[in-house]
């Protein structure tokens, strides 16, 4: 993939030389689907449970609805010729997100009450800063004049959770009283790769020709591993103090992904893998909180410290009920996990149950289907910095994805963080419309039909005057 990329720093411009058709009418006409799908699922969940149709249906439509329009309109009007597909394909995530957290809502002791209506009020927050991104932000090369502004605003919101209370052993939020809770990390990841895309810009030549090979390996020169060695030590750091896991595997994750796909070698992912590894069992062998997440992965039937069922075995015995097909919408009993992690990380395990291998899968290739469009957008814009940006963007949904998915189905340790759009939560839906929305900037830029040549001042020159 990185060969392909092709980084060009002699490149300046994002203009395709032919240009294409701008797509709008397909994306359009699925975006229909990808509202009447989450609408459908909304009604078989009232079925299923009371025998009859949802009082809120309507509401609900149409509310989804209005924010399809809204996205589909202000793509058409400043992102003509954008990639097509995203936008259906977040819309039908965030819609069917909604339906499971309206299925699990009429769980009664599960928390937080009546998370539905007010996870549709932050998706339509989330749609006014997409918005708010493809008006103002005309060019994504802009970002690039704030390559170190935005790696000290990434700091400041990455140290912020530090000074506020613990919830479920990890410190990822913060108060902000008459707005409520907010989780930082999740802004930080757009801005981080903003950072890494000017820095690595200008210091890939660097970081890949400066090197010496060893066993097939070309190991970059000391001071080059400043940077890796740097953001292991704040990854590190992310985990001792506020015990994330998640944001701190998200993070020095993308960063590696950027930094390989930047300099095209291998040695950096070797580099990667070892200090990531190496620095999650140094943390788990003193902090509890990490032990017992790395203990519970690798012991899931055991028996839980309040002598009952693990969380994980939980997760496994939903995706075993599910079975091929699914117990259908409202017939499942993933709800017996409990707490707030059924709305939020354990969502996919309901979606597993319910929905079955067949609708899980589903999930997981609209996923792939956007993560693989931006990687598409890296591959079409030709500015080195929207490469990487787009690449970087693209890494870190990837990441968080594998990451929630891989804790859930007890692949790797759980981590706590929130599936993209699924999940219950304002942050991480708000910054993934954002995240979006960059991606979509990126993209009509790369797709955009060149402009007319400029007439040759040799030619004018030379021209013949009559009198």
């Keep these: 993939m990185s060969s392909n990329l092709n980084i060009n720093t002699g490149s300046n411009t994002t203009v395709s030389s032919g240009g294409l058709p701008s797509r709008r009418n397909t994306e359009l006409a699925m975006l229909v689907f990808a509202v009447l799908i989450p609408v459908f699922a909304y009604a078989n969940v009232g079925l299923a449970l009371d025998g009859e149709l949802p009082a809120g249906m309507l509401g609900y439509g149409l509310g989804l609805t209005a924010l399809a329009a809204c996205g589909h309109l202000v793509v058409r009007k400043w992102a003509p010729y954008a990639d097509p597909l995203m936008l259906p394909i977040a819309m039908l995530l965030n819609g069917l997100g909604l339906g499971l957290i309206y299925r699990l809502d009429q769980v009664e002791y599960l928390k937080p009450p009546d998370a539905a209506p007010g996870q549709l009020l932050w998706s339509a927050i989330g749609i006014g800063l997409f918005v708010a991104v493809l008006i103002f932000l005309k060019d994504h090369r802009v970002l690039q004049r704030y390559t170190y502004i935005s790696m000290v605003l990434a700091l400041v919101l990455l140290a912020l959770p530090m000074f506020f209370p613990a919830v479920n052993g990890a410190k990822i939020w913060i108060t902000i009283p008459g707005v409520g809770s907010l989780q930082p990390g999740e802004f930080a990841k757009i801005i981080i790769a903003v950072f890494f895309a000017g820095y690595l810009m200008v210091k890939r030549d660097a970081l890949a020709l400066a090197s010496r090979r060893f066993m097939g390996l070309y190991l970059p020169r000391g001071r080059d591993l400043g940077p890796i060695l740097a953001i292991w030590v704040l990854s590190m750091l992310i985990l001792v103090f506020e015990t994330d896991l998640g944001t701190s595997l998200l993070f020095f994750g993308m960063f590696v992904i950027m930094l390989y796909v930047a300099t095209e070698r291998t040695s950096w992912i070797?580099?990667?893998?070892?200090?990531?590894?190496?620095?999650?069992?140094?943390?788990?062998?003193?902090?509890?909180?990490?032990?017992?997440?790395?203990?519970?992965?690798?012991?899931?039937?055991?028996?839980?410290?309040?002598?009952?069922?693990?969380?994980?075995?939980?997760?496994?015995?939903?995706?075993?009920?599910?079975?091929?097909?699914?117990?259908?919408?409202?017939?499942?009993?993933?709800?017996?996990?409990?707490?707030?992690?059924?709305?939020?990380?354990?969502?996919?395990?309901?979606?597993?149950?319910?929905?079955?291998?067949?609708?899980?899968?589903?999930?997981?290739?609209?996923?792939?289907?956007?993560?693989?469009?931006?990687?598409?957008?890296?591959?079409?814009?030709?500015?080195?910095?929207?490469?990487?940006?787009?690449?970087?963007?693209?890494?870190?949904?990837?990441?968080?994805?594998?990451?929630?998915?891989?804790?859930?189905?007890?692949?790797?340790?759980?981590?706590?963080?929130?599936?993209?759009?699924?999940?219950?939560?304002?942050?991480?839906?708000?910054?993934?419309?954002?995240?979006?929305?960059?991606?979509?900037?990126?993209?009509?830029?790369?797709?955009?039909?060149?402009?007319?040549?400029?007439?040759?001042?040799?030619?004018?020159?030379?021209?013949?005057?009559?009198?």
């Design 270 to 467: 070797v580099f990667g893998l070892l200090l990531s590894a190496g620095g999650a069992v140094f943390v788990a062998s003193f902090n509890d909180h990490v032990g017992d997440r790395v203990e519970n992965w690798l012991n899931p039937t055991a028996l839980a410290p309040n002598g009952g069922v693990t969380e994980t075995a939980q997760a496994i015995y939903a995706f075993g009920s599910g079975g091929l097909l699914g117990s259908g919408l409202g017939q499942g009993f993933s709800r017996l996990i409990g707490g707030i992690a059924t709305k939020s990380d354990y969502i996919l395990a309901t979606a597993g149950e319910e929905l079955g291998l067949t609708g899980l899968m589903a999930i997981i290739i609209l996923y792939g289907l956007l993560i693989e469009r931006g990687v598409r957008t890296a591959l079409a814009a030709r500015d080195p910095f929207g490469k990487l940006l787009a690449i970087g963007l693209s890494g870190a949904f990837a990441l968080q994805v594998f990451i929630v998915a891989g804790g859930v189905t007890a692949l790797i340790p759980l981590t706590g963080m929130t599936m993209p759009f699924l999940a219950q939560g304002g942050s991480s839906v708000i910054a993934n419309w954002a995240l979006v929305a960059i991606l979509l900037r990126v993209s009509d830029t790369a797709r955009r039909p060149a402009p007319a040549p400029a007439p040759s001042p040799d030619a004018e020159m030379t021209q013949v005057v009559r009198p």
